[in-house]
């Protein structure tokens, strides 16, 4: 079996700081775990995804997660932020054979204050 | 080039009334994907079609849902009678089966129904 817990329901951040959403995952086989974003009325869009190459991951707008095994996390971060990634931030599991059975987390909405 | 296309975007029925949705694509993807997303959570997978064929429908609550996808492009879902209940955004996505095992899933922008 396969779930995600993302920790946090709510993060808000002033405009230039740092940004950690943060993902702790469980899985029976080896995963394959992904960040998605949802802006109000848009579909979600994939910001990056971990499929057992690189344990630090790069996505696009700034962001990275990185893989560690140990701790059974996927945080995602930015350097800084900036007032257009306020949106629902989702931590995504699957089978690294079968990336068709995505299982969702409970999302995490990320506040950006000027 | 278009994303997956979803109509309509918004619909508000009373309980007990039928309802559909219309999905169309990205262009050559033949893996096409029927999520709800309740509010507050992430998405649920309802059902997933390989071209024209149902291969994971094991989420489909078959009493009232159901789901088409004749000709392997358009896809609709359908909710028969609505209850208070299936309140909820219906995502769809589609994916191109030749980049498995890393295919990435391209939403589209949902339908949120709202059941009186």
């Known amino acids: 079996a396969q779930s995600v817990t993302q920790l946090d329901s709510h993060v808000s951040v002033s405009e230039g700081t740092p940004v950690l959403l943060r993902c702790n995952y469980s899985?029976?086989?080896?995963?394959?775990l992904f960040w998605y974003v949802q802006h109000p009325n848009k579909g979600l869009q994939l910001l990056l995804k971990?499929?057992?190459?690189?344990?630090l991951v790069k996505g696009i707008n700034g962001f990275e997660a990185e893989f560690k095994k140990s701790e059974t996390s996927f945080h995602l971060t930015k350097p800084s932020a900036h007032m257009s990634d306020a949106a629902e931030y989702f931590c995504v599991v699957s089978p690294s054979y079968n990336t068709d059975k995505l299982i969702f987390g409970t999302g995490t909405r990320l506040q950006v204050f000027p | 080039e278009a994303g997956v296309v979803q109509s309509p975007r918004y619909k508000i029925i009373e309980k007990k009334q039928p309802v559909a949705f219309w999905c169309n694509p990205i262009?050559?993807?033949?893996?096409l994907y029927w999520y709800r997303q309740n509010l507050g959570q992430g998405p649920e997978l309802l059902i997933r079609y390989e071209n024209e064929e149902a291969v994971d429908d094991s989420q489909l609550p078959k009493d009232r849902f159901s789901a088409e996808r004749l000709k392997g492009v358009d896809s609709t879902l359908k909710i028969q009678p609505a209850e208070l209940g299936d309140s909820a955004v219906y995502l769809c996505?589609?994916?191109?089966?030749?980049?498995?095992?890393?295919?990435?899933?391209?939403f589209g922008p949902g339908t949120r129904l709202t059941v009186l």
């Open positions: 971990y499929t057992s190459a690189a344990t």
């Open positions: 996505a589609s994916s191109d089966i030749r980049d498995r095992p890393y295919n990435e899933q391209f």
């Open positions: 262009s050559g993807h033949n893996t």
């Open positions: 899985s029976s086989y080896s995963p394959s």
